[in-house]
């Protein structure tokens, strides 16, 4: 079961590349790999920690005031990793201010928060986070990764409008190579 939850998180229902969540920080932060790093590790630290938290405290949240209580524990979280990151990582931090703030609002976590922390017991709530935070950080780390290498013979990479082109060719790849995995594993069946 943890591992279908992984492999769901990373690959079958992954938030950037199927579920097409989290795009804003996705296309405007990853233009290298090292912002692209550094947001992967601010988002998933936030993601599995509210997860954690609110796994842990659900059935003491009132239904009619989960919504509050759920952007106050990932406010909490994003704060924390906003000082750690003024703190231990001044110079990423500037690159990436914007968006490591508003990962209160990504609606990545709170949907995972929402569809899985919220209902599940911790050990789930844990396993599934992970998952989705590998998930989004793999898309993210990628789409860097290949913006970056295609900058210097196409500069265009780097900027916003390249942000859009290289994604959609990317997740374009990324459904063909599915798509043939998928037909390979019914031919052989």
Request: glycine share 6%; with cysteine.
């Amino acid at each position: 079961m943890y591992r279908e939850a992984l492999i769901d998180g990373l690959w079958r229902r992954n938030v950037a590349s199927v579920q097409l969540l989290g795009l804003c920080p996705l296309l405007a932060v990853s233009y290298n790999l090292r912002n692209a790093l550094g947001l992967s590790v601010a988002s998933s630290f936030v993601l599995i920690g509210s997860s954690l938290a609110i796994s842990s405290i659900r059935t003491l949240i009132p239904n009619n005031i989960r919504l509050p209580c759920f952007v106050l524990v990932v406010a909490t979280l994003t704060t924390v990793t906003t000082m750690y990151m003024q703190a231990f990582a001044y110079d990423l931090y500037i690159q990436i201010a914007l968006f490591v703030q508003i990962i209160v609002t990504n609606c990545m976590i709170l949907g995972h928060i929402e569809s899985v922390a919220s209902k599940t017991t911790l050990g789930e709530s844990l396993v599934t986070a992970i998952g989705t935070a590998l998930g989004f950080s793999s898309a993210l780390i990628l789409l860097g990764g290949i913006r970056q290498a295609l900058e210097p013979i196409m500069p265009l990479a780097t900027h916003p409008a390249g942000a859009f082109l290289v994604a959609g060719l990317t997740l374009a790849g990324l459904n063909f190579v599915s798509d043939l995995a998928s037909r390979s594993l019914k031919s052989t069946d």
